[in-house]
């Protein structure tokens, strides 16, 4: 596992292959050990790094060496390679995080018209809380699968843009927005999850793109070169944090997520698509996806 021969290793100190840190935890550990006579042996995780230098995570069953007259007589232990685990770990932490992120538009979207229905009698508000409660099941099942799967995408088939705009747009609450739908364009991708990036990005229009006395403006448009755009009329983002607003956990508000505009990212990337983050033709963002 480590890339070693079994001769380079026999009578090694284990730093030869286990980080200082976790030599330093597994000492702890055996001293915890001594002093308590009902416990024998711990499991705890360590970094091996290989001889290569590449780094796998492991988990280390370490047990106390049996003694009758009372002194310590070193340590046996068995590491197993977890790094299956820890992936897996991995996608069930993002699948906890974007469900309860992407939840959010249609969840809002029920509140507000079940709200209005209730104030002025009017059921035909109850059509855009069925829309969004079908969303919000089509999202669980999706992401679910792909969580399962460990993959960002489902299967890729040839969608029309311009209705998956439209679906994105009537999932999201847009009460204090507008759109002009300039996508008409026909490409190959998962529809669910371009669908949701398209939401994550309307609602980050939303929320970050208007003022206290403007509405947000958003366009989705087409590149002359393959590929569509979503442009806002906000304040913009600066040239120095266009890298840094991709990243997990990255907002500028007391109440984000920091979730929305890394979602988009990996839906991108997915595909094969190249994201570009500029500025709008009103000073706003605009972000280019080349197909």
């Given at each position: 596992m480590a890339g070693y021969e079994a001769d380079a290793l026999q009578g090694a100190h284990i730093d030869t292959i286990v980080r200082p840190e976790d030599v330093k935890t597994g000492t702890e550990h055996i001293a915890s050990l001594l002093g308590d006579p009902d416990s024998n042996a711990v499991t705890f995780e360590v970094v091996v790094e290989t001889a290569g230098g590449e780094t796998i995570p492991c988990e280390l069953h370490m047990a106390l060496l049996p003694t009758e007259d009372g002194e310590f007589r070193g340590t046996a232990g068995v590491l197993?390679?977890?790094?299956?685990?820890k992936q897996?770990?991995?996608?069930?932490?993002?699948?906890?995080?974007?469900?309860?992120?992407?939840?959010?538009?249609?969840?809002?979207?029920?509140?507000g018209r079940t709200s209005l229905a209730k104030e002025t009698g009017d059921v035909a508000h109850l059509d855009a809380v069925e829309?969004?409660?079908?969303?919000m099941e089509g999202l669980i099942d999706?992401?679910?699968?792909?969580?399962?799967?460990?993959?960002?995408i489902g299967s890729v088939e040839s969608v029309e843009l311009e209705p998956i705009v439209t679906a994105a747009w009537n999932s999201v609450d847009n009460a204090t927005a507008t759109l002009d739908n300039r996508a008409s364009l026909v490409l190959e991708a998962d529809p669910d999850r371009l669908q949701e990036l398209f939401e994550n990005l309307f609602r980050n229009a939303i929320e970050h793109g208007r003022s206290e006395t403007d509405s947000?403006?958003?366009?989705?448009?087409?590149?002359s070169d393959?590929?569509?755009?979503?442009?806002?009329?906000?304040?913009?983002i600066?040239?120095?944090?266009?890298?840094?607003?991709?990243?997990?956990?990255?907002?500028?508000?007391?109440?984000?997520?920091?979730?929305?505009l890394s979602i988009v990212k990996r839906i991108a990337d997915a595909?094969?698509?190249?994201?570009?983050?500029?500025?709008?033709?009103?000073?706003?963002?605009?972000?280019e996806f080349r197909v």
């Open positions: 197993r390679d977890i790094e299956g685990r897996r770990e991995q996608r069930l932490e993002e699948f906890a995080s974007v469900v309860s992120h992407d939840l959010r538009g249609p969840l809002n979207v029920i509140r829309d969004a409660t079908e969303r999706g992401l679910l699968t792909l969580a399962r799967q460990g993959e960002a947000a403006a958003l366009t989705v448009g087409m590149l393959c590929g569509f755009y979503v442009a806002d009329t906000g304040s913009g600066a040239p120095d944090e266009r890298e840094t607003v991709f990243e997990r956990g990255y907002t500028t508000t007391d109440n984000g997520t920091g979730f929305g595909h094969g698509w190249e994201t570009t983050l500029t500025d709008s033709a009103s000073g706003g963002a605009r972000f």
